[in-house]
């Protein structure tokens, strides 16, 4: 599938837009406890972008980050409190909630940390023990 074109997204009220263009490093599914957490849902559909292909075009003063660990810094708008991405510094990767890029044609790949999944999904997608090998996990699949 090819994803050349640009897709406008935004938080909840519409403080903050942004665009992501290009082609997506990954999608998939994040089953574990810090991402069901922080989006206080079972679990968070992600795609994957390279800092430079995540363009804020409106609100960059309404962004607000909170980083729980160093490896991920969590963006959110100040007025509606509206989650908008995770910038993964280590990865040189940029996580934007596939629910708020609503016209991307988003297609998950794999489903990673899924041995804490609180939502099982038999889909027949990779079902991985914490994270592919080129993002520094182990690479080992478990059971769907």
Request: aromatic content about 10%; proline content about 7%.
């Amino acid at each position: 599938m090819s994803h050349a074109d640009a897709y406008q997204g935004q938080c909840f009220c519409g403080a903050v837009q942004f665009t992501v263009s290009g082609e997506p490093a990954g999608m998939g599914y994040c089953h574990c406890d810090s991402c069901r957490t922080w989006s206080a849902g079972p679990v968070n559909a992600f795609t994957l972008w390279r800092p430079e292909a995540v363009r804020v075009t409106r609100g960059a003063d309404h962004i607000g980050t909170y980083n729980k660990t160093e490896h991920s810094y969590r963006k959110w708008c100040t007025t509606c409190g509206g989650h908008l991405f995770t910038e993964h510094p280590g990865l040189g990767l940029t996580d934007v909630y596939a629910a708020i890029i609503p016209d991307f044609p988003y297609e998950a790949g794999v489903h990673v940390h899924y041995p804490e999944s609180r939502l099982p999904m038999k889909d027949g997608l990779p079902k991985l023990k914490d994270l592919p090998k080129e993002m520094g996990g182990s690479g080992v699949s478990v059971a769907e």
